[in-house]
């Protein structure tokens, strides 16, 4: 069988920077005589590496080179059609108990999923280089910081890595050479891409991630959904703080006044694109930063919660991404970005539906095959992705390096619901918030591998990226709303309700600072609103939509609380509760029933 990923030969002072704890050293050693490469590469992130890296794939056809002119210094990696998206169905937690992985997570033994997984690894990479790769998860001088170490054979994650996280040196450093410092194990294979020995194992007690037979982003950039998410949320838990799956922008008033605020949005449900948001041009003076798009780590200091983004790049969904929509994500993508399964134009440029303009008369399409209009498929896969690091984006916030942290004033909790859910509206408190969040549900959309578009509860977001048992995890939102003397508002939006025809009611993207304002007025006590069964709503007059063309009755069915959608959406919260099987803190149920009263009131 080819293999699909054969060994390169870097040249002296490439490829060397092996590091000196003995730790990493017995660890990589004994993961090289199970996998049995050709040779291995410590990865040290230098530009001159990255460079060999790049011209090695080329020449494997692991990337191709966009137009230099049109993007300059941009790749473009094709993956295997049958792995486009993270696949929850293949991830697992693995606890010593399936109580601990809790009812919503795959769970499997830890001892015979290890040796189920060093089968499948054992000569895996031969004729293959194995990589070595240190990062660091946070700003270097954050007390969240963690090091994690990927093992890996193939040279699209060693590149996406170096985007997405800070590699290399820098994670030696900070690790030192204490053999008993924390740091993250993480070996991923490609093996041979079958979806029927694709696996994404994790073990939390071990701060160990075994990611095998996919080559695709979520699954296998080990530092973002598996460490940062589901190791980094048993983590918090245990030592006292949180991992969320949540953005985190600045929004600055014309008198210099700053709030930060974090959301979490399910997958492909506007994180990226809200945490680059644009004003509209009423909104004169105002500016929104950019400081995460996907992750937060928060903790509290002062009785407050502080956030950090653990990442150092953006891999955000390219289809709908446009001058239109999101210039900041733009101007981040016209140079130095790694794009996966996007469409390539004749004169080597590349494309996605959405994207400003006519599309080309002919291209390739993300499975190398040739594209016109006229073609049935889409040009670029729906969950094609660009991998690119945050310094491109001009909206970077200045405090995204600070070690402590930005303050959060709100939390924002939205799904894609096409009825029930209002454009937004608060919590009473936290207890509410926490009760929001845990019944939050989202239409599922092409970000994981299954039906797109179907209704289900992601509680905070986190459904696929909660390590541990999902009842310890909304017992360690309320414990967390303890300790909090000044906790952030709580709030939930919808930028996604729809009309009777069918189509979006909220124009969306940059006019989200309407919404984003109502919040800001309301942290500082000064945005009115109503009291409603479901939380604090605006009334249409609360929202400044001056300069928006939109009609009252658009206004009013965004706004609205319909009776009936409410009864079903309580039952469905019930039903969701019942099938967690006990574990859910007696004070949600409480909550349910007291939003179930003041529909009766
Ligand atoms: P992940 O990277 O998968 O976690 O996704 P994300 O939450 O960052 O979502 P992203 O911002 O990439 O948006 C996903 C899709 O939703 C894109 O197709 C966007 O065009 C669309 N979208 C984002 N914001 C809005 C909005 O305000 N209104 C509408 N209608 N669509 C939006
Ligand atoms: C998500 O699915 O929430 C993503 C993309 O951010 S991936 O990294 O593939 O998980
Ligand atoms: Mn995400």
Redesign the pocket.
């Known amino acids: 069988m080819k293999n699909i990923a054969p060994a390169i030969f870097p040249p002296s002072g490439i490829g060397d920077a092996k590091p000196t704890n003995q730790a990493v050293l017995d660890w990589v050693h004994e993961i090289g005589k199970l996998t049995k490469p050709e040779n291995i590469f410590w990865c040290d992130g230098s530009e001159r590496e990255n460079e060999f890296l790049v011209a090695e794939s080329l020449k494997q056809n692991v990337l191709i080179k966009v137009n230099e002119e049109k993007v300059p210094r941009s790749y473009l990696h094709r993956s295997n059609p049958n792995d486009v998206?993270?696949v929850e169905k293949v991830t697992f937690i693995c606890t010593p108990t399936k109580e601990e992985a809790g009812p919503t997570n795959n769970w499997s033994e830890p001892a015979e999923t290890y040796s189920k997984l060093y089968g499948l690894l054992e000569g895996t990479m031969r004729g293959r280089t194995m990589f070595v790769v240190p990062y660091i998860m946070g700003p270097p001088d954050s007390p969240l910081t963690k090091v994690g170490f990927e093992i890996t054979d193939s040279k699209y994650v060693v590149l996406s890595m170096r985007i997405m996280t800070r590699m290399g040196k820098i994670a030696l450093e900070r690790l030192g050479n204490d053999p008993k410092a924390e740091w993250n194990r993480g070996v991923h294979s490609l093996l041979d891409v079958d979806p029927d020995r694709r696996f994404i194992c994790h073990f939390p007690q071990d701060n160990t991630i075994i990611s095998v037979g996919s080559g695709?982003?979520?699954?296998v950039?080990l530092s973002?959904?598996c460490l940062a998410l589901r190791i980094g949320s048993y983590l918090a838990r245990k030592q006292g703080w949180m991992a969320e799956?949540m953005l985190i922008l600045g929004v600055e008033s014309p008198e210099g006044k700053k709030h930060y605020v974090a959301a979490a949005f399910?997958?492909?449900c506007g994180?990226t694109n809200f945490a680059m948001l644009i004003p509209p041009a009423h909104f004169k003076g105002w500016k929104v930063t950019t400081v995460g798009d996907?992750i937060a780590w928060m903790e509290i200091r002062d009785g407050r919660l502080f956030a950090v983004n653990p990442e150092n790049g953006y891999?955000?969904?390219v289809p709908g991404t446009s001058y239109k929509s999101n210039p900041n994500a733009m101007k981040s993508i016209e140079h130095d970005t790694l794009y996966t399964n996007v469409a390539l134009t004749d004169d080597g440029d590349v494309w996605w539906e959405g994207k400003d303009g006519p599309p080309p008369k002919h291209a390739i399409d993300w499975r190398g095959n040739d594209w016109t209009p006229d073609s049935k498929e889409k040009a670029a896969h729906p969950?094609s992705?660009f991998a690119t690091p945050m310094r491109n984006n001009p909206a970077l916030d200045p405090d995204v390096e600070k070690g402590e942290g930005v303050p959060i004033s709100a939390i924002i909790f939205g799904g894609r619901r096409r009825d029930t859910v209002p454009l937004v509206y608060e919590a009473f408190d936290w207890t509410h918030g926490v009760y929001l969040g845990a019944t939050m549900a989202s239409e599922t959309?092409a970000?994981?591998t299954g039906a797109v578009g179907q209704v289900r509860r992601d509680p905070m977001?986190m459904l696929?990226?909660c390590g541990y048992n999902i009842g310890d995890y909304f017992r360690h939102w309320m414990d967390i709303g303890k300790r909090l003397t000044n906790p952030p508002l709580i709030f939930n939006v919808n930028w996604f309700r729809k009309g009777a025809n069918g189509k979006f009611l909220w124009p969306g993207f940059g006019e989200n600072m309407r919404v984003l304002k109502w919040i800001i007025d309301r942290c500082e006590q000064k945005g009115g609103a109503v009291e409603s069964p479901v939380g604090w709503l605006p009334t249409p007059h609360d929202l400044d939509l001056d300069g928006l063309e939109i009609d009252h009755k658009s206004v009013a069915d965004l706004l609205g609380i319909d009776h009936e959608e409410w009864q079903k959406e309580l039952a469905e919260h019930k039903k969701f509760f019942d099938s967690l099987g006990g574990v859910v803190p007696e004070e949600l149920p409480k909550q349910r029933e007291q939003f179930v009263a003041r529909f009766t009131q």
């Open positions: 998206a993270r695709y982003g979520g699954n950039l973002k959904k799956h399910p997958s492909a994180k996907d891999f955000g969904v969950n992705r959309t970000a994981a977001a696929p990226f």
